[in-house]
């Protein structure tokens, strides 16, 4: 039978609100053998990993064609695109699924409730935390070629003397091609002072390279790439069938953003029931009634998840869903028996029974 434990509830509340992720609960006198828990509601995260490009024209873009035959960036831009989806799954509170469940006088079963005050087990001291989910994890912008020693080292006396840019250009192009010769020179055998070691020979070449990219990064540009990751989360009203919601966006120029944020195109999840839970049957095929004073739980639903960002299909998982079930009960007397106490391990995510037997 549910019950409405105020006082119960807020001293189990507080019992909770520390650091530990789970908390040992046993029933006793003090308790009057009762402990108090709530059921979860199955909540939706999904996860868009954004990909940012800022590109930034060279300093010589309009000579690029004339010196070196490249197509270069010739306007500074920022564009945000979506790199990947993950949808994942959590349990949340259920304020309205508060239960007390009732045990013998005299026993002394107990319970492990995770931060949420969802049940984890009870009679089961051995219960493993499921290891988050692996989410991508933003990744800041690395320096550009110009930005690096490489391209200090490049410029030559004449080109920081030059006030022209025309002439920068010139000597910058005739920088290129001594830099491509003298590496030639040094593969070839017919450099005058080469390295005689392999890693020096490495070190050399690596330098003349990052030094060429960076003179040629001045006429065809730039690009930095970076990403962000922001976790936007729908919990199901268990009623319809089907639900599609925008749960956020990804503007062009701001990435990942509010959901009533028009400037970006929208995340859009679809959720469709492919089972509800069901009350169990007997031997017979009948329901089986709730026992009384039963430990509830649920028997979930299960949903398809799936993911479209214009138009195009970023994830497709299928989950179970708490609210798409119903609550059923546990009777507590077979965890008080003395010969044979039972022990249950649940599911946090919806409520439902993982494991069950006797010790």
């Known amino acids: 039978m549910k019950h409405q434990l105020t006082a ?14 789970t908390q040992k609960f046993t029933a006793s006198k ?14 939706v995260d999904v996860t868009v990993e954004a990909e940012k490009t800022v590109s930034t024209p060279g300093e010589f873009y309009k000579y690029c064609s004339k010196y070196l035959g490249i197509k270069p960036i010739t306007e500074p831009s920022t564009v945000w695109t979506v790199k990947s989806v993950t949808v994942t799954t959590r349990g949340v509170a259920d304020e309205k699924e508060a239960y007390l469940v009732q045990f013998k006088n005299g026993s002394t079963p107990f319970m492990i409730l995770d ?6 087990t009870v009679n089961d001291e051995d219960y493993e935390v499921q290891p988050s989910p692996q989410l991508p994890e933003a990744v800041a912008a690395r320096p550009t070629i110009l930005e690096t020693a490489a391209a200090r080292q490049a410029m030559t006396e004449d080109m920081l003397r030059s006030t022209s840019t025309a002439k920068r250009a010139e000597l910058a192009a005739a920088r290129i091609y ?6 030639s020179d040094i593969m070839s055998g017919n450099a005058d002072q080469a390295p005689t070691d392999g890693e020096g020979l490495k ?14 990064a001045m006429f065809t540009g730039t690009r930095q790439v970076s990403t ?15 639900n599609r919601v925008t749960v956020g966006r990804v503007s062009l120029t701001d990435g990942p953003v509010d959901a009533d944020d028009l400037s970006g195109v929208p995340v859009v999840l679809s959720v469709n029931v492919t089972s509800r839970g069901k009350i169990p049957v007997n031997d017979k095929g009948e329901e089986k009634r709730f026992p009384k004073g039963g430990l509830a739980y649920r028997v979930p639903g299960s949903a398809s998840l799936q993911i479209e960002v ?6 497709d998982v299928d989950a179970g869903i708490a609210q798409y079930g119903i609550v059923f009960g546990i009777d ?7 010969k044979a106490p039972a022990y249950v391990v649940f599911d946090a995510q919806t409520g439902a029974i993982r494991e069950i037997g006797t010790r």
């Not at 009762?34 to 199955?42: D, F, H, I, Q, S």
């Not at 214009?310 to 994830?315: K, L, N, S, W």
């Open 30 to 43: 003090l308790n009057e053998y009762g402990l108090v828990y709530n059921l979860p509601l199955t909540a």
């Open 310 to 315: 214009e138009g195009e299909v970023m994830a």
């Open 178 to 183: 001594e830099l491509r010769q003298s590496r």
């Open 203 to 216: 070190l050399v070449l690596a330098g003349l390279q990052q030094q060429e990219d960076a003179l040629t």
């Open 8 to 21: 119960l509830l807020l001293a189990a509340a507080a019992m909770t609100a520390g650091a530990q992720t």
């Open 115 to 120: 931060e949420h005050n969802f049940p984890l």
């Open 228 to 242: 962000a990751v922001r976790t936007y989360t729908y919990v199901p009203d268990g009623v319809d069938d089907s």
């Open 332 to 338: 507590p007397d077979m965890f008080t028996d003395k």
